[in-house]
């Protein structure tokens, strides 16, 4: 158990419809990471927050936004959702702001039918 | 550009075999990190090993061991006495200093027959 919580584990929902993917990080990590991983992209990094704060950005759709907010959970909301969009959905936490050892939460499989 | 190659998409090998998997990674960086993940059928991504581009001593944990060789940019792992529980896909990822962007390659599934 890596310490990193991702909600829900599961998730089906249907082409054009919002959904809210949730991570709290391990107790003490200011970092919060989101990967995708696909079929056909693999694994790619999203995005990055430090301390509340956007630090880095990777392969992340217009349609796709992330926040982190003072407890230091973190939510990535995704909208317009296409079938491209099904994949895992893994958020990360480490102690500082990057080139640290990342602690990767269980996932959040989305299904988009 | 960054990349991160793992030529081997699959590799099938007998318990108790020594396996090595393959990592070539490109970057202008001249510091930077490489990192090896474990991803067993459970799904979840479990951190191996971190390699600081200034560090090209090989490592040994038990029955893991990595070598390091920034010359030919190449950062492998090898699996001794190999045991069915090493059965997952492995991950060899890049993170650069500057955005700490990470890069991974696409992934070596290893069968471990019993």
């Known amino acids: 158990d890596s310490g990193v919580t991702q909600t829900p584990k599961h998730l089906i929902t249907a082409t054009g419809q919002r959904v809210t993917l949730r991570c709290s990080p391990r107790?003490?990590?200011?970092?919060v990471y989101w990967y995708q991983q696909s079929l056909d992209q693999g694994l790619q990094f999203l995005i990055q927050?430090?301390?509340?704060?956007?630090?880095a950005k990777g392969n992340i759709l217009e349609r796709f936004s992330a926040q982190q907010f003072p407890d230091l959970h973190s939510e990535l909301n995704l909208s317009s959702l296409e079938l491209g969009d099904s994949a895992l959905y893994f958020c990360a936490s480490s102690e500082g702001t990057g080139l640290n050892e990342q602690f990767f939460g269980p996932g959040t499989r989305l299904t988009v039918l | 550009a960054q990349k991160v190659t793992q030529a081997q998409t699959e590799i099938s090998v007998v318990e108790k075999e020594d396996v090595t998997l393959d990592c070539v990674y490109e970057?202008?960086?001249?510091?930077?990190?490489l990192f090896w993940y474990k991803q067993p059928p459970s799904g979840e991504l479990v951190f191996l090993i971190r390699r600081n581009s200034f560090d090209e001593q090989n490592e040994i944990s038990g029955r893991y061991s990595w070598n390091f060789q920034k010359s030919t940019s190449s950062f492998n792992f090898t699996i001794t006495a190999s045991q069915v529980v090493d059965s997952a896909v492995y991950f060899c990822?890049?993170?650069?200093?500057?955005?700490?962007?990470?890069?991974f390659g696409a992934g070596t599934r290893l069968f471990v027959k019993a």
């Open positions: 107790s003490g990590d200011l970092s």
């Open positions: 990822a890049l993170q650069r200093t500057g955005g700490f962007k990470t890069i």
């Open positions: 970057t202008r960086d001249t510091t930077y990190y």
């Open positions: 927050y430090y301390n509340g704060e956007e630090r």
